[in-house]
């Protein structure tokens, strides 16, 4: 999916025609789940489309660094290739403004949690 992680925010690509940007675009309520060592996590929020410059800019070196040779094309990102789950370029980039995150233990000391965001 090339999602990554940085500076607390959550961030993945999707090419526009693909079902998920087409969803997207017509309601943005989105998860996001990730399997860690001992940990599952699940973000949940609203999926924004991110198209400014200067964002686009410090994504693309944060993507660039894990090994994604991609680059930004106008309010979009390209590359010689991206996950076959993202269709062909370009590809958005959204940002996942998570107001809840769960998370489950599958190992000692074992348990749940869920942090909320935003709300009182």
Same mark, same amino acid.
């Given at each position: 999916?090339g999602?990554v992680w940085t500076?607390g925010? &959550? /961030?993945?690509? $999707? =090419?526009?025609?693909t079902?998920k940007?087409r !969803?997207?675009?017509?309601? +943005?309520?989105?998860?996001? %789940? ?6 599952d ?10 198209t400014d410059g ?7 070196k &944060? /993507?660039?660094? $894990? =090994?994604?040779?991609a680059?930004?094309?106008? !309010?979009?990102?390209?590359? +010689?290739?991206?996950?076959? %789950?993202a ?8 940002r ?8 489950v233990?599958?190992?000692e000391?074992y ?6 965001f935003?709300?009182e």
């Open positions: 999916m999602a500076d925010e &959550v /961030y993945f690509v $999707s =090419g526009p025609g079902r940007s !969803d997207l675009a017509g309601r +943005p309520a989105a998860s996001l %789940s990730v399997h860690l060592p001992r940990l996590v699940v973000f949940e929020g609203m999926a924004r489309r991110v200067p964002t686009l800019e410090r994504l693309i &944060v /993507y660039n660094d $894990s =090994g994604w040779p680059e930004v094309a106008g !309010d979009a990102f390209t590359g +010689p290739y991206s996950a076959p %789950s269709g062909p370029p370009p590809w958005y980039l959204y996942l403004e998570y107001d809840a995150v769960y998370a233990a599958g190992a000391p348990g749940a949690t869920r942090w909320r935003g709300t």
